[in-house]
């Protein structure tokens, strides 16, 4: 008997390279008595990019880990795929969803290299050896995110930048269609920032993924979005394609402060407005 075989496909659920599509209907989430989103209903498909907006505190972190399924919702439903996120078995789950958490954690010795071949871990059946392809999955990410330097660094040893960036490339070794990332660029230097969310804007477009990402920066959500949620933490969002929402009303009401519109005939950007700068 062969007992060191791949594990299979979630052949009941959908086809590994099928479209994804998360749907939200009514959706409640709130956290010790206080509600954070209220009634959100949307769909989310393959080749979107969405970005999460609001102030610290609004509850993004929270909302996405509901979307991920490590949480429950207060109310209302979310379904990946057509099935309840509660009928997916767990390893189905992480082959095709990733999430990546703000908060990360190195209690174990190991290398870069290793640790991105941790993202592999969903397709292997147990006991089961990492093969070529793995190997291949992992060099591709680690040169994706211009890690081959690093490679045989302790994770121990590097920036929270660095070790941001192995995370990242965990996620893109772990091969999934829908990514849900918590604050993946908050620790990267701009032009890190920028590679980035251009990886993850090249996924959507060329490989139909279906990225969600919570994120700070109102001008990188303008630059690289599809679609954005606003939410005020009060429970009140505002969901929808990226010019449509990421208005300086718009923001300005999430926000709780003045934000305008300025140009210099090529681009436009998002920035508070002083009144005492008038």
Known sequence: MNWLRRAPAPAAFVEVDAVPELALHDLRVAIDGRVLIERLSMTATGGQLWCVVGPNGAGKSTWLSVLAGLRDADGGSVMLDGQSLA???????????????????????????????????????????????????????IAALALEPLAQRDVRTLSGGERQRVAMAAVFAQDARVLMLDE?????????????????????????????????????ARRFATHVLLMDGEGHTNAGPAAEVLTPEHCARVLRTPIAEVADGHRTALIPDDPDDN
């Open 184 to 220: 993946p660029v908050a620790h990267l230097d701009l032009h890190q920032q920028i590679a980035v969310l251009r990886l993850l804007r090249e996924g959507c477009r060329k490989r139909g993924w279906l990225v969600v990402l919570t994120v700070h920066d109102l001008n990188l």
């Open 87 to 141: 009928d997916w078995p767990a390893a189905a789950m992480a082959r095709r969803r990733a999430f990546l958490p703000q908060a990360l954690h190195d209690t174990f010795p190991m290398t870069v290299y290793e640790a991105v071949m941790t993202g592999r871990h969903p397709h292997l059946a147990r006991w089961e050896w990492e093969g070529d392809a793995d190997a291949r999955a992992v060099a591709s990410a």
